[in-house]
């Protein structure tokens, strides 16, 4: 029993991004089941939280700390990984400019490796907020 309500949450949000990926490989329409996915996702996020919710005052309270250590991973993860994505559009798209700059002008190196540089930084301050929020 205690392993069934994980099994069965994962198959409610497996099972519709199963047909959705079905769908789009027969070339059908995958508007409709890729709105009920999103609607079974939704649906498992609120029975675990009114599963968290529920309990002994104790329990509560040894959940609620499971909860905040598990949503500071989350939030450090989380800037991790949008600041690493945002750094990485940044340094592609400043690294082709400063490489054509570069080919037609030697002397723009310094300028267009700074410019690549302020990108990159985009990535270390997520990581460094990501220490800030575990530590």
């Given amino acids: 029993m205690k392993y069934l309500y994980p099994i069965v949450m994962t198959a409610i949000i497996v099972a519709p991004l199963l047909y959705v990926y079905l769908r789009r490989k027969s070339g059908k329409s995958v508007k409709s089941p890729l709105i ?3 609607a079974c996702f939704f649906v498992v996020g609120v029975a675990g939280l009114g599963l ?4 002994s005052a104790e329990g509560t309270q040894a959940a609620a700390a499971t909860a905040e250590s598990g ?5 450090a993860a989380l800037s991790v990984g949008l600041s690493g994505i945002g750094g990485g559009i940044a ?3 400043a690294a082709a400019a400063a490489l054509g700059a570069i080919s037609e002008n030697e002397t723009v190196f310094g300028k267009s490796l ?11 301050w997520g ?3 990501a220490f800030m929020i575990l530590g």
Avoid at 52 to 55: A, Q
Avoid at 71 to 75: D, G, S, T, V
Avoid at 114 to 124: H, R
């Fill in 36 to 38: 009920a996915q999103i």
């Fill in 91 to 93: 340094v592609s798209s």
């Fill in 114 to 124: 700074i410019m690549v540089a302020l990108a990159e930084g985009i990535s270390l």
């Fill in 127 to 129: 990581l460094i907020i």
């Fill in 71 to 75: 949503l500071k991973y989350i939030a």
């Fill in 52 to 55: 968290m919710l529920t309990g």
